[in-house]
């Protein structure tokens, strides 16, 4: 299946973040983060937990408001623009409530017609998204009684219905069996060799190093490093350089004896 992208000429950027900052109460979860994504790019933002990852994405995608800062889609201010932004993007949360009483297909329709598509292009796309990512086209189960790789599945199926240029992804391959996360990747390999863009947060280095072009890390709440995965890992592993950018304990082989 091919997912039809909408264009817009010249745009080499699809994603770009200036100054974003988020403050929690006295807490700085995000600390001025400034990322540019190239459009066509399959782009990891690494960082360890409570690094800062997910509020960073939510603030990029419109989700939580910056405190102070830009997000920019293929251009379109993400706040100042959030109709021609969003129509531009596909998004996948982490921990994503899902309307969860429907089935996939009635998730996708009611997804589709809440973005004003024709009724016959959303049927047409969402019985190519269900077969694909083998949900079943004709599968009655509600998606409350799905299994964690199937809530991604239809998750990342609900990203794609309307076509978007950049997917923004966080966490997509956790908590999902091996055969779902190789599903997953070839679909999204598909998406970026098609043109697309995708945007994905993880911790899992393996994963990042086989499917990424692009590569940040963030630690408390700043881009501590970024650029192409050659540049970043600059002849090391990208886990050798994550743990040293981060601050990351080794351990010697003295500690724990008594184990």
Request: hydrophobic residues 45%; aromatic residues 6%.
């Amino acid at each position: 299946m091919t997912v039809p992208l909408q264009r817009d000429p010249d745009d080499d950027v699809a994603m770009s973040l200036h100054g974003l900052v988020k403050r929690f109460d006295t807490k700085v979860a995000v600390a001025g983060v400034d990322l540019d994504v190239p459009a066509g790019s399959f782009f990891g933002l690494l960082g360890p937990n409570g690094a800062g990852k997910t509020t960073t994405l939510s603030m990029a995608v419109g989700l939580l408001r910056p405190d102070q800062g830009r997000a920019t889609i293929l251009g379109y201010d993400v706040w100042a623009d959030p109709a021609a932004a969003k129509a531009r993007l596909g998004v996948l949360p982490d921990g994503t409530r899902l309307f969860d009483r429907l089935n996939g297909a009635e998730l996708l329709a009611y997804n589709g017609l809440l973005r004003g598509m024709a009724p016959d292009v959303v049927d047409q796309r969402a019985r190519e998204l269900l077969d694909v990512l083998e949900l079943g086209v004709d599968n009655r189960t509600l998606v409350v009684d799905y299994s964690a790789g199937m809530k991604k599945k239809i998750g990342l199926a609900c990203a794609l219905l309307h076509g978007p240029r950049l997917l923004v992804l966080d966490e997509p391959f956790e908590a999902v069996d091996p055969v779902s996360a190789a599903l997953i990747r070839d679909i999204l390999q598909r998406y970026v060799a098609g043109g697309g863009t995708v945007v994905f947060s993880s911790h899992v280095m393996e994963v990042v190093e086989k499917l990424c072009s692009h590569v940040a890390i963030l630690a408390d709440g700043r881009i501590r490093v970024g650029g192409t995965i050659a540049e970043v890992r600059g002849g090391s592993s990208l886990e050798d350089v994550f743990v040293r950018v981060v601050g990351g304990r080794t351990s010697t082989g003295s500690e724990l004896a008594w184990l």
